[in-house]
């Protein structure tokens, strides 16, 4: 054995609590061969390599009959005596189909040798060897019992399409294989993979390739003939085209079920006997799926409107035409709000391809492609890893039950995006799930032992301990089974189910989760506790409403609900399913909840908090006393008592969102503060002893300068009462002023006993503005800062008009003077005009 980190050995040694079933090692039955396909070709190959290899990958293009030979073929090898194979399906009809027509080869009904086990359905017994499950009956199969006891063999189909739950299920299948068992085999199974990566992921195994068997498929482009044309009427068109011009069944892929159902309503008028319409997507019920895959009776033409469900596994019999739109609807997750959204997009080239081969599965067809050349040129190879772009919080749970601490201890194919774990993480806080650590809690451990996303299964547990465990367990089934009904209030589809009047299969589903968390009996649900119990599924989406439909999550997002909905004017809504719009996001299920409900269910999640702040509609200090729960206000009242400090905070918070400009500057503070500034960029580059007084730094630094001077000031109008003058001169103090009122004097005096005023804001600098004949008797330009700094001198005519600027006023008495006095002395002959200046 080799030798492992302890999270999943210890785990281990605690005991199993999944079901494993011995098998006698009685005859396995024969399968009886009906046709030849071509993976027939490659199976002795397959065999020796699995008996010599722990893995390998098996490539095989769609029709090669790979899903349902290989699980046959290695029955009586001498590694499986006894044992059994499990093989993955990423969907569920595809592993119902596939164990139907395996069991259908061996001359058995589904669940003896050959049985399947989905999401809360499970047919086998302790006869079966061959066991078809879905991805996530794995991952539990694995938590339960990470030695697989009694499993010979786990095979990966179609894992091209690389869901989440396959990439999860191949790393611990890996892990287990490393640790515990050596002598377990893993098979990959894949049409259109790249093989390359995958098989160094595992260990540079053996790649097997098999040819598939299809007919010649023509291909025509018919792209829409308006670029705005809805995709239903577009598609509805082309069938109606290719019925009139092809013979033979019809398989038609469209976006999704609104689609689906859309296009049924269009075509409707083509049903007859002659012709049937079915819809396939997953949602629908096992009987409605099957009616669409069955062979269409005889002289009767079927068309089958599909999702993506059936690019793979399915093989609807008859079909010769496939109808392809060429888009898919995948989910996106955005971290950042916590919220996927379901995107329409256009499908890879491998996903067309796959369409495309549908039509000549049984003979020759053609396919209809509703998109240009120049558009099929640029298409994407492959489809983006679902593990790339989905919430990441079902796995992050099962990594933490698992005991593994972080992705990168186990071998993926893509590593989980870091920022998208680390957002599932946090949710699994939230919900209780996982500690402060990362490490699961035992209310965790109790989510994971649940076939439900966290969120539900955290709904349903703590649905059950306040009495509620079947509103509970409808809600989750409604949820999780993707339940079709339009009414966006989910207290309606819960009223319908307390009338009887409901789905069958939510029913049954409802039934098997509650079995699961240990409740006997379902009563009648209350429509009213919708909101509560969906708020512990989602306290990220509890939803308050701003306006007519409009509302805010508490996680910050806007969302909105069109305004003749009922639900648009709850006070406060819980929302279980909204599109993911990063700016605002359309609310399409949901239910109300009272404030009082919120307030006693996340009472140590509700924050007390005093606000005191500015208003920038009233320009005035608001203070109110709020309830918050996130980014929601539940309670909202006027708050008495404010102190001094936090109202004259809000003040200065006015102030910086205002400007500066809104204090009461007038001439004397200004030309203080030109003073100061003029001192401290003398100092520059150099630090200053004189403040910075720059919009920015007094800004900055309001509360040392301006804030005691505040007291009874509340609003803007009354910002001329505060003394600004007095604010600005405390920064120097006493002597601090002294120096400036001598560094840089306000005026200066002059010869004949008056003063004139310096004038800082001039962009040369400190300037002195005199008539000429003021200066007489001045030899030398004046100087300020300690004689740091010659003033600018603007000389004026006795009429103020400029006659010299300078600052070199000796040079201009002795070159420049004679030229102004014979022009200024017949213009003012009553002035002064001396010969020599500089005697006055």
Not at 342 to 356: G, H, K, P
Not at 359 to 371: E, T
Not at 479 to 498: G, W
Not at 748 to 754: E, K, R
Request: proline share 6%; net charge neutral; with cysteine.
């Amino acid at each position: 054995m080799v030798e492992k980190a302890p999270g999943l050995l210890q785990k281990y040694k605690y005991g199993t609590a999944f079901p494993i079933m011995t098998h006698n090692d009685s005859p396995t039955p024969k399968a009886a061969i009906s046709t030849q396909l071509p993976i027939d070709d490659v199976l002795p190959e397959l065999l020796r390599t699995l008996g010599t290899h722990s893995c390998a990958v098996l490539s095989a293009p769609p029709g090669a009959g790979k899903t349902t030979r290989v699980p046959l073929a290695l029955l009586n090898e001498e590694w499986t005596r006894g044992k059994r194979i499990l093989m993955l399906e990423p969907r569920r009809i595809a592993a119902r189909t596939a164990a139907r027509f395996m069991a259908k080869e061996c001359g058995e009904p589904v669940g003896k040798t050959v049985g399947y086990r989905v999401h809360l359905e499970n047919k086998t017994s302790r006869e079966t060897r061959i066991e078809v499950v879905t991805e996530g009956i794995l991952t539990r199969m694995l938590q339960s019992d990470p030695e697989l006891s009694g499993v010979a063999c786990v095979i990966f189909d179609e894992f091209h399409e690389r869901s989440i739950h396959a990439d999860l299920g191949l790393a611990l299948t890996l892990e287990t294989q490393e640790v515990f068992r050596d002598d377990l085999k893993i098979l990959v199974m894949s049409a259109t993979l790249d093989s390359a990566p995958l098989q160094v992921l595992l260990d540079n195994c053996p790649v097997l390739s098999s040819q598939g068997r299809s007919y010649p498929v023509s291909t025509q482009f018919t792209p829409p003939v308006r670029q705005d044309a809805r995709i239903e009427d577009t598609v509805s068109l082309a069938v109606r085209h290719a019925l009139s011009q092809e013979q033979g069944s019809m398989l038609v892929f469209l976006p999704g079920a609104r689609e689906i159902r859309q296009t049924a309503e269009r075509l409707a008028d083509l049903e007859g006997p002659a012709l049937h319409i079915h819809q396939l997507f997953g949602a629908l019920s096992h009987k409605e799926q099957d009616a669409a895959i069955a062979p269409a009776p005889a002289g009767v033409r079927k068309i089958v409107l599909s999702s993506a469900i059936a690019e793979s596994s399915l093989t609807i019999e008859g079909i010769s035409i496939v109808i392809d739109s060429g888009l898919a609807r995948v989910p996106r997750f955005h971290p950042g709000s916590g919220m996927t959204r379901l995107v329409t997009e256009r499908v890879s080239r491998a996903s067309a391809d796959q369409r495309r081969g549908r039509a000549g599965r049984l003979g020759p067809g053609v396919c209809y492609r509703l998109w240009s050349e120049h558009e099929d040129r640029q298409l994407k190879d492959f489809a983006s890893p679902e593990i790339r772009e989905a919430d990441l919080a079902p796995l992050a749970l099962e990594l933490a039950n698992w005991g593994t601490e972080s992705p990168e201890e186990l071998r993926w194919l893509d590593v989980p995006p870091q920022s998208n774990f680390s957002q599932a993480q946090s949710l699994l806080q939230q919900l209780g799930a996982l500690d402060a650590h990362g490490h699961i809690t035992p209310h965790g451990t109790s989510l994971a032992a649940l076939p439900l996303h966290p969120r539900l299964a955290h709904m349903l547990l703590r649905g059950k301990a306040e009495k509620e465990a079947s509103t509970a367990s409808l809600l989750a089934a409604c949820i999780s089974e993707r339940d079709m009904s339009r009414n966006p209030d989910l207290r309606h589809r819960l009223a319908q189910f307390q009338r009887g009047a409901a789905s069958g299969r939510i029913q049954e589903s409802a039934r098997r989760l509650a079995a699961l968390a240990g409740i006997k009996k379902l009563s009648a649900p209350h429509p009213d506790a919708a909101g509560i119990l969906l708020a512990y599924a989602y306290p990220d989406r509890i939803a308050q409403r701003v306006g007519p439909g409009q509302f805010r999550l508490s996680q910050g997002r806007a969302a909105w609900l069109p305004e003749d909905e009922a639900l648009a004017h709850e006070d406060f809504l819980v929302v279980a399913d909204l599109d993911g719009n990063g700016v605002r996001a359309r609310i399409w299920r949901a239910a109300p909840v009272f404030r009082e409900e919120l307030e006693q269910a996340f009472s140590e999640a509700i924050t007390e908090k005093s606000c005191v702040g500015w208003d920038s509609k009233t320009e005035s200090v608001i203070a109110r006393q709020q309830s918050t729960l996130g980014k929601l206000v539940l309670r909202d009242a006027a708050l008495k008592n404010v102190s001094d400090e936090d109202r004259s905070q809000a003040v200065l918070a006015g102030i910086r969102q205002i400007g500066l400009h809104a204090l009461p500057w007038d001439k004397d503070s200004t030309n203080w503060r030109e003073r100061v500034s003029f001192l401290h960029a003398l100092d520059a580059p150099a630090p200053s002893e004189w403040p910075d007084l720059s919009d920015e730094a007094l800004l900055a630094s309001l509360e040392d300068w301006l804030l005691p001077f505040l007291t009874g000031i509340s609003r803007r109008s009354q910002f001329k009462k505060i003394p600004l003058m007095d604010a600005l001169s405390a920064m120097l103090g006493w002597d601090g002023n002294r120096r400036l009122n001598a560094l840089a004097p306000q005026r200066l005096q002059l010869p004949d006993g008056t003063h004139a005023r310096i004038d800082y804001a001039q962009e040369s600098g400190p300037a002195l503005l005199v008539k000429l004949q003021k200066m007489f008797g001045v030899t030398e330009t004046p100087r300020i800062a300690g004689g740091r700094y010659a003033l600018t001198i603007h000389l004026l005519s006795p009429a103020q008009r400029p006659l010299q600027i300078t600052r070199d006023l000796k040079n201009f008495w002795e070159n420049g003077y004679k030229a102004v006095r014979a022009e200024m002395r017949g213009r003012y002959p009553k002035h002064k005009w001396p010969e020599d200046p500089t005697n006055g």
